[in-house]
Every structure is written in structure tokens, then in C-alpha cells.
């Protein structure tokens, strides 16, 4: 069942409501489907949406303006839909929508948008977030992500899919993290990261290709030896975008892959410190 789609089996809570615990402490006008779990001591609030089968362990607060899909296990301590942690923000109604299969640890927080964007944060499907991790306001993650143990995200990061950011992360705002790429440990990461490559270090760099996440989601042998090559010259030999489109394309290499790294980082030289977001927000 779509997450957007639970008016057939939504009921409004009540302590008397199958899966969840006379221990809760449930607005009556939130609107919880009946096959959903609420533990003890959770707290949800009116203007919250839960699909069927998520389950909310015990300790879990859910505040303002938040969509929560199905099948999503939620564990203690976790925030969702808190105040963005922004000095100009003056209670306008911004939400949080969170899609369908994520598992949230202990302590995980994901604070609800700002008016200078979308005013909407939002986390996609099938997302791994373990202990202690933080998403800040703004941030749009996609499908498949996982952000490790106490890995912070500023505000308005987007994290594309197929992402992994390891333990300890930290990731300035308007920050884009690109699919398949991993940062690896206790790094700070203060450009863009493109696609496919693992980045590490404080600020981080780029080190070579993701290679184990290429070959567990089926690239082909080619295009991970041609993305190789792209990483070698753009930034080994700093040979340049467009005289490594030359040489790739020489040697038919520019794979549909490549083609997507390249303009990612020509994209990211468009805004502020490597981030090409930052353009949109000084616009």
C-alpha cells in the first residue's frame, strides 16, 4: 500500500486501537492506519499521518506536519518533524514526508523544513539510518541511503540514492551527496560528492572509485573500468572536463555512467566552494 494512499484503512488513534499502547500519548486527529504499532510512551501529534505496518517501538516523539508511509520501524528516542533548528524560523507550517520500508535507530532526528526551499524535508524508501544520526531541515534523502552511526547532515542536503556516509560524518549545508558513492569515516565534507566515487578525509577528497557498491548493484566490468579511468584523469592527472571527454570519448569509454560523473562535477563548479547548489541560493 502507497503511503499516499491510506484512506481505507486509516482510523483515528485511540488508546483502544489494536497495536497500540494505552502508554501512548496520541492526538485523536492523528491518522493512524489500523495495522500500524505504537509503543509505549510514544508521542504523536494532530497533524501526523502513519501508514500500515510501521511500527513505532517505544519512546518515539512524532511532532507538526508529518506523512510517515508503510512498513517503516521506527526505534527509541527517535524525533520526527521537530523545529528546524534555524534562527529565522518563525512556525510556518512546513512538513516531513518519509516513504515506505526505512528502519530509524536509536536517537535518529529529522527536523522539519524552512520556508527557503521546498518547505518540505524528505527521507525516500527503503533508508537505513542508524544511532544518533541527524537530518536537518531542508534535506531531501533518497532511496536506498544509509548514514551510519551519529552522521549529521546540515540543512538542505540532498543525498541521492544508493548513498552510504559512514560513522561520524558530517555534511555542510547545500551539500549534494551523488548515487553510489560512500564517505568514509569522520569525514567533513564540504563539496559535492559525485557519483560513484569514495570520498574521505577532512574536508573529504575523492580517492577512487566506490567499486564495492558498483559491483553489488551490477555494473558492468566496463563501465567500472571506465569510471575508473574518468576519476584518473579528472582528478590524478586534472587533465581538465573537457579534454577528459576527448580522451574518453577516444576510446569509447563516455558510458551513459560517465557521462552522468562528468556533468555532476561541472555542475558542482556552478555555486559557492564546490557546492552547485549554492548558486540557487544566492539566486
Known sequence: MSSRDLSSRNLHATESSPGISPLASI???ARIDATAEI???????????????????????????????????IHANVVIGGEPQDLSYRG?????EIGDH????????????????????????????????????DCHVGNHVILANAVLLGGHVHVRDHAALSGGVAVHHYTTIGSFSFVGG???????VPPYLLVEGSPSRPRCVNIVALKRNGFSPQVISSLSDAHR????????LD?????????????????????????????RFGRGREKRRAA
Not at 499521518?49 to 506523512?67: D, E, F, K, S, Y
Request: aromatic share 4%.
Open 102 to 137: 526505512n528502519v530509524f535507530r536509536e536517537g535518529v532526528t529529522i527536523n522539519r523544513a524552512t520556508e527557503k526551499e521546498d518547505g518540505v524535508t524528505i527521507v525516500g524508501s527503503h533508508c537505513y539510518m542508524m544511532a544518533c544520526s541527524h537530518v536537518a531541515h
Open 39 to 73: 509503543g509505549p510512551f510514544c508521542v504523536i501529534g494532530p497533524d501526523v499521518t502513519i501508514g500500515a505496518g510501521t511500527r513505532l517501538l517505544n519512546h518515539v516523539t512524532v511532532l507538526g506536519q508529518v506523512t510517515i508511509g508503510c512498513h517503516n520501524v
Open 27 to 29: 492526538d485523536p486527529r
Open 92 to 96: 510556518s507550517p512546513t512538513r516531513v
Open 186 to 192: 569522520l569525514s567533513r565534507v564540504l563539496q559535492d
Open 243 to 271: 579534454q577528459a571527454r576527448e580522451t574518453l570519448g577516444a576510446e569509447d569509454k563516455l558510458w551513459p555512467e560517465v557521462q552522468a560523473m562528468l556533468d555532476f562535477i561541472d555542475h558542482q563548479q556552478d555555486g
Open 233 to 240: 584523469l579528472v582528478f590524478r592527472s586534472k587533465v581538465g
